[in-house]
């Protein structure tokens, strides 16, 4: 198996703590559960995240048989992107990190990692705890939606 960050590695298996139900979590317990993780990174900042937060609750909805959300808030202020995540509805698993994403000294396994440089990005991983899409906005958001369908 190759690790990596493209369209066809595997994913590094990730551990975290969720930041609202404190429950410790991996990348593979979420992708192996209903069979397809989608990780959202994102920001309070970030307008065109904001924007298609709507289309990612309805995701949620119509999918939650077969899809996990990890969204990934790297922001400066915690509380306001838990906030964020309450009066939106976004019941899903979530993590934040602390940073500025304009500030390119500051270092995250997770941003570093998956080479992460545009808001919103996608990446869609199957249970096998493959990356099958990489993708960045609407048309990315887009894009997972008709691979779930297929």
Not at 34 to 61: A, Q, R, Y
């Amino acid at each position: 198996e190759e690790y990596g960050i493209n369209i066809g590695n595997y994913i590094k298996n990730y551990q975290f703590e969720d930041l609202i139900s404190k429950e410790k979590s991996s990348i593979y317990n979420l992708s192996h559960e209903k069979g397809f993780l989608l990780i959202d990174f994102w920001g309070t900042w970030c307008e065109p995240c904001k924007e298609i937060t709507p289309d990612i609750v309805l995701l949620n909805s119509e999918y939650s048989d077969k899809l996990n959300i990890l969204s990934i808030a790297y922001d400066k202020n915690q509380e306001k992107v838990e906030d964020y995540i309450t009066s939106n509805n976004m019941n899903w698993n979530h993590l934040f990190i602390k940073g500025n994403a304009k500030n390119k000294i500051e270092k995250n396994k997770f941003i570093e990692g998956l080479r992460i440089e545009s808001y919103p990005t996608f990446i869609l991983i199957d249970s096998k705890y493959k990356i099958i899409f990489r993708g960045v906005g609407k048309d990315g958001l887009e894009e997972v939606k008709k691979i779930i369908n297929q």
